[in-house]
Structures are given as structure tokens and as C-alpha cells.
């Protein structure tokens, strides 16, 4: 009997330690690619829906969590995708970047399809103010104020909203920046009208002092010199039609199914302690891209998941120079500023790079704070407190920075 009692002990004691299983959309190990695997919910605080400790994934505008019973299969797979990967990432900054006040955060709310705008007197904006889809938003605490009428007060703690997807037509999205043929030639113009203006002064100096060693008219050299010059802007005009050749028809993007979106909102989050989370520039989303993409452990965030996002990836390697054009908010979903600290990693070293990345929000200011002085100034700060030879890495960091074309 009781080696009876015994075994049904031990089997309870598995099954209450067990951690439920859900189908969850990763990354393969090393690769864009993405396949569903069965992965256990770690830090669930309930026994039958994703409420855990540290996350509460839940539709819409509710506050109850969507149970593990839910009919929709696909909302089952998002919830089990968000919650999951937000678990990592924050294990990835307790455990990796040591910062163990992240214990402490109060519950994030993370909310499934919503598409209402964030409205910082009132939590939600109404349903009809221009819905949102296809992206992700972090936002701030706040509760409102004492004016809203007492059936619309409300109080919320950070949160996590991962909208629904929606096929537009990628010719509505509006001016989307130059496509990657016109920024390839923006990277050479600036060089071939060095040249030609070398080349018209070397001339000008043989037609003056060498004649007669010259075999042309000085006229038919600046004719070709001309020539060439308009033939580069022609072809560089012409580029900027050819969008077609580089978008898709429709543009579409499930945040909630795109694994370094999670953890870019999760580093929101953590970096809000300087950073708003509520303003959009292209230094603040390098700095989410930065840490996403050392999470993702990829050259590439972002990559198309088929069926969910055609999204254009970001590459941690871009190679671009600097134009004023990235300092634009517009241009804040782009990556020359997750290249930027990426290329400060691989100087400094992954560990060093990575403290002083983190290190240099402490001197940025979210809305002034651009790539150029604000950004570059933060990491030669950074670097003066967590490099190892600060002298030398901030050389190092320098020749990087003009490699960068600043």
C-alpha cells in the first residue's frame, strides 16, 4: 500500500511541475528561418490561460488572459509566441546583462490584436481613431487624470501591444525612403564627382603648363567630363522608379509572429529608464534593434516569416554611409543605426560592446539626441567608463565612426 501511495505521489508531483506545451514560432538555430515547435511556458503563474508571473498575454482590450482552451488556433499560436519569447528575453537581460531589478517590474499587460491608438490621457484611444495594424507598440505607465469622467478612469503599467495584420497595398504605405539600387548609387556619387573634378583639374593644369603634351581640345574633355556627370544623375533619377523591383505587391506584417519584435518591444522596455518609450526616432529604435539582434544571434532581424510578414529584414552589417537622410524620424525603422552600434561590437568586443551600447543611454535625451553628435558622443562617454583601455578603444571607436562616413 504504501509503495502504492508512493508512486501516485511521485506522478502528482510531475504533473504539478510540469510546464504546459504549446506550438511556438521560432527561429531556427542560426538562420531567418522559422519552423513551429512544441516549447514549454515557463513562469506561469495560472493553470489554465498566459497569465505567468512576469507576462499576461491578453485580447484586445480585456484584462483576463486567453485561456489554453481557446477556439481560434491561431490566436493560440500567438499567444504561445509572444509569451514565450518575451520569457527569453527577459532571461536574457537578468541573466546576461545582469540586471536583476527586472524582478521586481509589476506584471506586463501584452495585448493581441488591438487596434486602437495609445492615448496617454485615457489608455485607449476611441475604437474609430484611425486603427492601427501591422506593427507593435510599447507604452509607458500612466492612469488618467482627474478630470476623465469616473466610468473612463483608468490606471495601466507598462504594456506590450502587438497588433492585427492586414494586407495593404505597398504603393498606399507613402514615401518608404530610396530603395536599395538608389542607395547604392547615392554611395557612389559622392565619390565619381570627386573623380571628374580631380580629373577637370589635372586637365586644366596640362592645358595651362603641359600643352603640349595634351592630344585634345580642352573643350572635348570637359564635354566628356559633362557627359559622365549627367549620365550619373540620369541614372540615379531613374532609380528612385524602381520600387517595384524591391517591394511586393501588398505589404503585411504579424508582429506578434515575428520573434525579434518581441524582444526589440522587451528592450523598449528595459532602456525606458531613459529612453521614452512613446517617441519613435531613429536612435531609439537602433537601441531596441541592437539588443534584439544580439538575441536573434543573426546577421539579419526581422526576416520575412512566410504566410505572416513579408517585412524587409534589418542587417546588422549594412554597410552604408551616413547621409543627413537617417537622422529622419522617417527613417527610424531603418538599420544604418543598428549598423552603427552593431560595427561598435565588433570593435570593442561583444562584452565590452555590449556594456558600453547599454551603457550610453545614460547620456542620451530621446527627443534631441540624434545619430550623428548625440548617439556617437553617448558611446565615447560609455566608453570612458566600461571600455578596458579607454584611450585606445576610443581610437578604435573613431576610425570606426569615419569608416561609418561621419
Request: with cysteine.
Amino acid at each position: 500500500m504504501n509503495i502504492i501511495l508512493g508512486i501516485i505521489f511521485a506522478l502528482s508531483i510531475s504533473t504539478v511541475n510540469a510546464h504546459p506545451v504549446f506550438k511556438t514560432l521560432v527561429r531556427k538555430e542560426g538562420s531567418i528561418k522559422t519552423r513551429i515547435e512544441n516549447k514549454e511556458m515557463l513562469h506561469l503563474a495560472s493553470s489554465h490561460s498566459f497569465d505567468g508571473k512576469y507576462f499576461k498575454i491578453v485580447l484586445k482590450k480585456s484584462n483576463e488572459a486567453i485561456t489554453f482552451n481557446h477556439q481560434d488556433p491561431n490566436l493560440l499560436l500567438k499567444a504561445a509566441t509572444v509569451y514565450y519569447h518575451l520569457n527569453k528575453s527577459r532571461d536574457f537581460w537578468v541573466n546576461q546583462m545582469k540586471l536583476s531589478h527586472l524582478n521586481e517590474f509589476p506584471k506586463i499587460i501584452v495585448r493581441l490584436e488591438l487596434t486602437n491608438q495609445f492615448d496617454e490621457f485615457g489608455h485607449f484611444a476611441n475604437d474609430n481613431r484611425s486603427p492601427q495594424f501591422n506593427n507593435a507598440l510599447s507604452i509607458p505607465e500612466g492612469e488618467t487624470p482627474e478630470w476623465v469622467p469616473e466610468d473612463r478612469k483608468d490606471s495601466w503599467n507598462k504594456e506590450i501591444w502587438f497588433r492585427p495584420v492586414k494586407n495593404i497595398p505597398t504603393k498606399e504605405l507613402g514615401d518608404l525612403g530610396p530603395n536599395p539600387l538608389t542607395v547604392s548609387l547615392m554611395a557612389l556619387e559622392n565619390p565619381l564627382i570627386d573623380y571628374i573634378q580631380n580629373q577637370f583639374n589635372v586637365r586644366l593644369i596640362e592645358e595651362f603648363f603641359y600643352p603640349s603634351y595634351v592630344s585634345r581640345p580642352l573643350h572635348e574633355d570637359l564635354i566628356r567630363y559633362a557627359g559622365t556627370y549627367a549620365m550619373m544623375k540620369l541614372i540615379l533619377h531613374g532609380s528612385k522608379y524602381a520600387d517595384r523591383l524591391f517591394l511586393d505587391k501588398y505589404y503585411y506584417l504579424d508582429t506578434a509572429l515575428v520573434p525579434e519584435i518581441a524582444y526589440h518591444e522587451y528592450a523598449h522596455i528595459v532602456l525606458s529608464d531613459h529612453l521614452e518609450m512613446s517617441h519613435s526616432t531613429p536612435v531609439n529604435e537602433g537601441m531596441a534593434d541592437y539588443f534584439a539582434a544580439i538575441q536573434a544571434d543573426t546577421r539579419k532581424i526581422y526576416a520575412k516569416v512566410p504566410g505572416h510578414s513579408n517585412a524587409r529584414s534589418k542587417d546588422t552589417q549594412e554597410k552604408k554611409k551616413y547621409v543627413h537622410w537617417d537622422e529622419s524620424n522617417r527613417m527610424a525603422t531603418a538599420d544604418f543605426t543598428l549598423s552603427v552600434l552593431w560595427d561598435v561590437r565588433e570593435a570593442l568586443g561583444a562584452e565590452i560592446g555590449d556594456k558600453v551600447v547599454f551603457h550610453a543611454r545614460n547620456f542620451l535625451n530621446t527627443k534631441s539626441s540624434n545619430i550623428s553628435e548625440g548617439l556617437l558622443r553617448a558611446i565615447l562617454l560609455a566608453c570612458e567608463l566600461k571600455c578596458e583601455v579607454p584611450r585606445r578603444d576610443k581610437l578604435i571607436l573613431y576610425e570606426t565612426f569615419t569608416w561609418k562616413g561621419f
